[in-house]
């Protein structure tokens, strides 16, 4: 049996539909292996000839930008925000967020390292797609913190920019102890480092 009857065969697509079938093809790879993934592996994945993927990206570089501005895009972290209950007190949903925010980091703390050491060509550079993902979930956290801001001594825009930086701080292995959890996270956010003091002292 040749390889090209092993190859798992795939129906005809139409352009869009093969280029979304390769980046999903891709990210798992991507995930496991870097930026040393080869053409051939892809389409291996993708049940395609090689060729087919010069058929729709002029170059591996341009593949492996459009897969990273894909697991980049905050569309499913925002619909899950949204999903945050309103009616709950700002902590809940601040513990919410948090815990949103931080399985969605930690699943692409790989793929940022790759952003930060590879060369991709200057108009397709995912940085610019990570960027623009942060300021967009910055926004939707701050909308979350806006019907308590008139507890807070700093701006809901504020308040989120510091919820991404504990948990960016936390994620990425800064502390020398444990990770934070979301609650702690919230605790050092909205009460600082002190810890509240015992009833029965005078």
Do not use: C, W, Y
Request: charged share 25%; proline share 9%.
């Amino acid at each position: 049996m040749n390889a090209e009857t092993r190859r798992r065969r795939v129906p005809a697509l139409a352009p869009d539909e093969r280029r979304a079938a390769l980046i999903a093809a891709t990210l798992p790879l991507l995930m496991t292996h870097g930026a040393t993934v080869t053409t051939r592996q892809i389409a291996e994945a993708a049940g395609v000839a090689e060729g087919t993927i010069f058929g729709v990206f002029p170059d591996k570089a341009s593949l492996l930008a459009a897969t990273l501005r894909h697991a980049f895009d905050p569309a499913p972290m925002l619909l899950a925000l949204s999903a945050i209950d309103p009616a709950a007190d700002l902590r809940q949903r601040l513990r919410d967020a948090a815990a949103i925010m931080i399985r969605r980091i930690e699943a692409s703390i790989p793929l940022m390292m790759l952003v930060r050491t590879m060369q991709f060509p200057p108009d397709e550079s995912p940085m610019a797609a990570l960027m623009e993902g942060r300021r967009q979930l910055t926004a939707a956290v701050a909308r979350l913190i806006e019907p308590d801001r008139h507890l807070l001594r700093r701006s809901p825009e504020t308040a989120a920019g510091l919820l991404f930086a504990l948990i960016g701080i936390s994620t990425r292995g800064m502390l020398p102890d444990e990770d934070l959890t979301p609650d702690e996270i919230v605790a050092v956010l909205l009460d600082g480092l002190l810890t509240p003091p015992d009833p029965g002292e005078a």
